[in-house]
Each structure stands twice: as C-alpha cells, then as structure tokens.
C-alpha cells in the first residue's frame, strides 16, 4: 500500500503563491510517475500538472502553463507543486496522485493513477 499526504493548501489573495507538498510513504521503492490533480465545487476532477519517476519529463494543463511547477525529491519522497500568479479559479481541492504502472510517463489521465491523497483546499479570493 502507498500512503500520500498532501499539505500546503490555504486561502490566498489573487497573484499570490502557494506550495502544496505531497509525501509518500509505504511502496517507495518503486518510483512512480506522481501527478497533482483539481477538483472545484460541482466539476469533474482535472489534470493539473505530472512528473515522470526520475523528473525528467513534465507535464502542465493549459491553464496553469507559465504559473505553475511540478518537482519531486526522490531521496524524501516528496512531490510539490509551486504556485504563482494564482486566480479565483484555481480554488478547488487539490490532489495528489502516484502511478506505478508507467513510471516513465508523466501522464494527464487521471484513470492511470493508482493511489490518490486526501486532498487539500487552495482558495483564491479577488
């Protein structure tokens, strides 16, 4: 079993900065490909942004290109997503996600994750 915790979240005036963190623990010898994920009140869950198992390959919705950055530290365990210039509509639930299938893919579905935190709150008033 993998445990992922992710913290970080808050509330946060429009252009400001956030860092979510996600920890992982449990099968952590296995490098997993890690995602971070969205869901807004009402919406489906969305893709926000992945990273392969060794951080070489990254990838970014649309809405978040420019703003946004993935990272991991594979000696901690962690994945973190830096956040800038953040709007109103990035409030939403954020999730945190590890797929052991492909490890060398950073993947944008979100059906090819296999493990998913708990979820933290981001809220972005104007």
């Known amino acids: 079993q993998v445990q992922l915790v992710e913290s970080g979240g808050g509330l946060v005036q429009a252009g400001g900065s956030l860092r979510l963190s996600c920890a992982a623990s449990?099968?952590?010898?296995?490098?997993?490909?890690m995602g971070w994920f969205r869901q807004a009140p009402g919406k489906e869950r969305e893709f926000v942004a992945a990273?392969?198992?060794?951080?070489?390959?990254?990838n970014y919705a649309d809405s978040v290109k420019g703003r946004f950055t993935i990272s991991r530290d594979n000696a901690k365990n962690t994945v973190s997503l830096q956040m800038n210039s953040l709007k109103p509509e990035d409030t939403a639930v954020y999730y945190c996600?590890?797929?052991?299938?492909?490890?060398?893919?950073?993947?944008?579905?979100?059906?090819?994750?296999?493990?998913w935190g708990q979820g933290t709150q981001v809220t972005v008033s104007s």
């Open positions: 996600a590890a797929n052991f299938r492909d490890g060398f893919r950073a993947t944008m579905a979100k059906g090819e994750y296999d493990y």
């Open positions: 449990g099968r952590t010898f296995s490098r997993p490909a």
């Open positions: 990273i392969n198992w060794n951080g070489g390959t990254t």
